[in-house]
């Protein structure tokens, strides 16, 4: 690899880069000649489970040559400092996880952060992802669209997460353990309502693949009786409110704001917008309320 500037004693060192590379979430013919080759060529690679890796070469016919390090959640933050002290020495490092890409609830993020401040190089080799898979089969809106990872485990914590989303617009993926599928589809239901389009896809891309579309409701008491496999759920974003044409409504909503601590001005100016009304017809409706 070519010299690299690096800040460094603010002179020029020549340092490893740091490669992230996207794994199948299913079969293996999804694996692309870039991951093969670097597999092949890679001195060193971190792995979420090395004996998946393992698997993943045989089934590529890739054999190993590399010095292979586990890294995953429980040593991600001490194993990211002794990998980027390998990409100082400039040796290069590949990190895999078990499926889909590194960083995307798994472990890689700390790792490109720390590589980062050192300005070492991050490169990544695209490819499957669960979250995007799942949000272009899911049949609901695609244009914008949030990654949520794993609700909260604990009750209490998980309702309040999901409330916090109840007014979320765009379109909402989140990763979920199937035997916790039933109950946080029930929450949702409740933090959402029941009738929230939503679609749970299954084992995707694998050969029992299956994608489950209805009403939150609906595909809660569908899981009720137990799922197995790998569970990525896709929800609908909130409708847009009703816009509010009334003078009174008009007049009460900017009064809430206020009574919040919002001054009159910015109410009328955020009451207008929600309301996409002209800022002086929220105006003189707040000035009729008040004679």
């Given at each position: 690899?070519?010299?690299?500037?690096?800040?460094?004693?603010?002179?020029?060192?020549?340092?490893?880069?740091?490669?992230?590379?996207?794994?199948?979430?299913?079969?293996?013919?999804?694996?692309?000649?870039?991951?093969?080759?670097?597999?092949?060529?890679?001195?060193?690679?971190?792995?979420?489970?090395?004996?998946?890796?393992?698997?993943?070469?045989?089934?590529?016919?890739?054999?190993?040559?590399?010095?292979?390090?586990?890294?995953?959640?429980?040593?991600?933050?001490?194993?990211?400092?002794?990998?980027?002290?390998?990409?100082?020495?400039?040796?290069?490092?590949?990190?895999?996880?078990?499926?889909?890409?590194?960083?995307?609830?798994?472990?890689?993020?700390?790792?490109?952060?720390?590589?980062?401040?050192?300005?070492?190089?991050?490169?990544?080799?695209?490819?499957?992802?669960?979250?995007?898979?799942?949000?272009?089969?899911?049949?609901?809106?695609?244009?914008?669209?949030?990654?949520?990872?794993?609700?909260?485990?604990?009750?209490?914590?998980?309702?309040?997460?999901?409330?916090?989303?109840?007014?979320?617009?765009?379109?909402?993926?989140?990763?979920?353990?199937?035997?916790?599928?039933?109950?946080?589809?029930?929450?949702?239901?409740?933090?959402?309502?029941?009738?929230?389009?939503?679609?749970?896809?299954?084992?995707?891309?694998?050969?029992?693949e299956e994608v489950r579309r209805g009403p939150l409701g609906d595909l809660a008491a569908w899981a009720e009786p137990g799922v197995k496999g790998e569970i990525t759920v896709v929800v609908g974003g909130a409708p847009e409110p009703e816009p509010v044409t009334d003078p009174t409504e008009l007049a009460g909503a900017v009064a809430a704001l206020e009574a919040g601590g919002t001054p009159r001005k910015a109410a009328i100016v955020e009451v207008a917008r929600r309301n996409g009304l002209p800022k002086r017809i929220v105006?003189?409706?707040?000035?009729?309320?008040?004679?």
């Amino acid at each position: 690899m070519p010299g690299y500037a690096g800040r460094n004693n603010g002179g020029v060192s020549e340092t490893g880069t740091l490669t992230l590379a996207a794994a199948p979430i299913g079969r293996i013919g999804d694996a692309s000649a870039r991951l093969r080759d670097a597999l092949a060529d890679a001195s060193i690679i971190a792995a979420e489970d090395t004996r998946r890796l393992r698997r993943l070469a045989s089934d590529l016919g890739v054999e190993l040559t590399a010095r292979i390090v586990s890294y995953y959640d429980q040593n991600e933050r001490g194993r990211a400092v002794e990998l980027v002290g390998e990409l100082l020495a400039g040796r290069d490092v590949l990190v895999v996880t078990d499926a889909g890409l590194p960083g995307v609830s798994d472990p890689g993020y700390r790792l490109v952060t720390a590589a980062v401040a050192e300005d070492v190089p991050v490169t990544v080799l695209p490819g499957p992802s669960a979250v995007t898979t799942a949000l272009v089969i899911s049949g609901l809106p695609s244009d914008r669209f949030c990654f949520e990872g794993f609700p909260p485990r604990k009750p209490g914590e998980r309702s309040r997460a999901l409330g916090a989303l109840a007014d979320e617009r765009r379109t909402m993926v989140f990763f979920e353990a199937p035997h916790r599928l039933a109950v946080t589809l029930a929450a949702m239901a409740e933090a959402f309502g029941a009738d929230r389009p939503a679609a749970v896809c299954r084992e995707l891309t694998k050969t029992y693949e299956e994608v489950r579309r209805g009403p939150l409701g609906d595909l809660a008491a569908w899981a009720e009786p137990g799922v197995k496999g790998e569970i990525t759920v896709v929800v609908g974003g909130a409708p847009e409110p009703e816009p509010v044409t009334d003078p009174t409504e008009l007049a009460g909503a900017v009064a809430a704001l206020e009574a919040g601590g919002t001054p009159r001005k910015a109410a009328i100016v955020e009451v207008a917008r929600r309301n996409g009304l002209p800022k002086r017809i929220v105006y003189d409706a707040v000035i009729s309320g008040r004679k």
